[in-house]
């Protein structure tokens, strides 16, 4: 589950990250939900505020990660850009007030970029992302009042290229850091490392994948603290499975699966999530055999049996997508996609069946990223596409019951310029979205609904 936790680079903005071989379209023209407005002020989906940072040096600067702070608020992790590229992280309450920010450049080679962030049982900001421009990924944490309290680089001595969005910490304050180590032929594979809670490395697992390497694409724990992974394992060209694993704390791979559809094409991983009964749920799309994509989510129990596969078709040669999954309180899987007749939301139950769907169309958006909020409410954003010539931050509330409640679009900028979203949270107060906006810069934009 990316939301609430990591996420990637928004799309739109220029990232120097590796890339994975294109298995969908994601630039694909999706729609968004469309829903009355409700007015703005105290009421439901009111914007209470947003918050706009430009570096000093008027650079380009992008916020790729929020996560809940203690006792209300916001962490934000990203990257500010006057002189050099530094990370950067920042801490705002729920009234809006800046509380702390802090840069952070890991010497002697500038280049420095957040591109995922999580919190651990004592309130503390674990973020990741790149470093020495990209030959290394950056660990930073950080306490509640703004103290650093540690820095690390993983360099892996393999390969000359890593990256990281995907951070967790259990119950014990240990951090899992899933890293893309990209070798000198461009073939990626996973790097799993553990931090313990003072920064100590604990230990490194590795998984190659096929021929053509694996791309993690999402981490999770369970209550045990037992870690999953999933991704993309390439095994030659047209063939790009989905492959999801668990590991103990100790490093022991407990169990690796791959999933091929039955379409036998290339297929991809987007989202994970875990049960309190060990049960995994990984959203992602299927290639069909009339060259299109469909929608796939998957469930697979403790043990790491697969019971179940659920596909929503595209239609044909369309596309359509999983890209986020996330779990309502009484362990339903909540998925968000998007087609070409566009955005979907689905619940269903852990038997598989569908309880509710919310499709809509209309203003078309890429709705990528999703968080359950109090009462079970559902809340997605993404980009969406201004019917100009680009993009504006889409963001949309759905009940627990599958009822559209609002939809907010966010368009501060001008009708002629990017903007998105990267990451949604939420709490008992408010929803908060993190992402950027380009004016005569790329600044990075923290808004906040109140839900």
């Known amino acids: 589950m990316r939301s609430d936790r990591t996420t990637t680079c928004a799309a739109g903005r220029p990232s120097s990250t590796a890339a994975w071989p294109t298995l969908v379209a994601l630039g694909v023209v999706l729609a968004a939900l469309l829903v009355p407005a409700a007015p703005a002020g105290a009421a439901s989906g009111g914007l209470a505020w947003s918050r706009v940072y430009d570096d000093p040096g008027h650079g380009n600067d992008a916020y790729s990660a929020s996560v809940r702070a203690p006792g209300g608020g916001v962490y934000v992790a990203g990257d500010a850009n006057g002189p050099t590229t530094v990370a950067y992280v920042a801490r705002y309450s729920a009234a809006g007030r800046r509380l702390?920010?802090?840069?952070?450049?890991?010497?002697?080679?500038?280049?420095?970029?957040?591109?995922?962030?999580?919190?651990?049982?004592?309130?503390?900001?674990?973020?990741?992302?790149?470093?020495?421009?990209?030959?290394?990924?950056?660990?930073?944490?950080?306490?509640?009042?703004?103290?650093?309290?540690?820095?690390?680089?993983?360099?892996?001595?393999?390969?000359?290229?890593?990256?990281?969005?995907?951070?967790?910490?259990?119950?014990?304050?240990?951090?899992?850091?899933?890293?893309t180590s990209t070798n000198a032929s461009l073939v990626q594979n996973l790097a799993l490392v553990k931090y313990s809670p003072s920064g100590k490395r604990r230990w490194v697992r590795r998984y190659a994948g096929g021929s053509l390497g694996f791309q993690p694409t999402e981490i999770t724990l369970d209550r045990a603290g037992e870690v999953y992974v999933t991704g993309n394992d390439a095994a030659g060209p047209g063939a790009v499975d989905i492959t999801t694993l668990k590991y103990g704390p100790t490093g022991r791979r407990l169990?690796?699966?791959?999933?091929?559809?039955?379409?036998?094409?290339?297929?991809?991983?987007?989202?994970?999530?875990?049960?309190?009964?060990?049960?995994?749920?990984?959203?992602?799309?299927?290639?069909?055999?009339?060259?299109?994509?469909?929608?796939?989510?998957?469930?697979?129990?403790p043990r790491g049996a697969l019971k179940w596969h659920r596909i929503r078709e595209s239609g044909g040669t369309a596309t359509f997508n999983y890209f986020d999954v996330a779990l309502e309180s009484n362990g339903d899987p909540v998925a968000v996609g998007a087609a070409a007749a566009g955005a979907v939301v689905v619940r269903l139950s852990p038997a598989g069946t569908t309880r509710?769907?919310?499709?809509?169309?209309?203003?078309?958006?890429?709705?990528?990223?999703?968080?359950?909020?109090?009462?079970?409410?559902?809340?997605?954003?993404?980009?969406?596409?201004?019917?100009?010539?680009?993009?504006?931050?889409?963001?949309?509330?759905?009940?627990?019951?599958?009822a559209a409640r609002w939809t907010k679009v966010y368009d501060a900028a001008g009708a002629f310029d990017p903007q998105n979203a990267a990451s949604i949270t939420t709490d008992r107060t408010g929803v908060y979205v993190a992402g950027f906006q380009e004016a005569a810069s790329i600044d990075a934009v923290l808004l906040r609904y109140r839900p």
């Open 100 to 179: 702390w920010r802090r840069t952070y450049s890991d010497p002697p080679v500038v280049g420095d970029e957040l591109l995922g962030a999580t919190s651990d049982a004592r309130g503390d900001l674990i973020a990741v992302g790149t470093t020495h421009n990209g030959a290394g990924v950056l660990v930073l944490k950080y306490g509640p009042g703004g103290q650093r309290k540690w820095a690390r680089v993983y360099d892996d001595p393999l390969t000359p290229g890593d990256q990281s969005s995907l951070v967790a910490a259990d119950a014990a304050g240990d951090v899992y850091v899933g890293v």
């Open 356 to 402: 509710w769907t919310q499709a809509f169309d209309g203003l078309p958006n890429n709705p990528q990223w999703l968080a359950i909020g109090p009462a079970g409410a559902v809340y997605v954003t993404g980009a969406g596409y201004n019917n100009v010539t680009s993009y504006d931050v889409v963001t949309a509330k759905i009940s627990a019951s599958g």
């Open 255 to 301: 169990w690796l699966r791959t999933w091929n559809g039955p379409g036998n094409g290339n297929d991809g991983a987007f989202g994970i999530a875990v049960g309190r009964t060990g049960d995994t749920y990984v959203a992602g799309t299927t290639g069909n055999t009339m060259g299109g994509y469909d929608a796939v989510l998957l469930r697979y129990g």
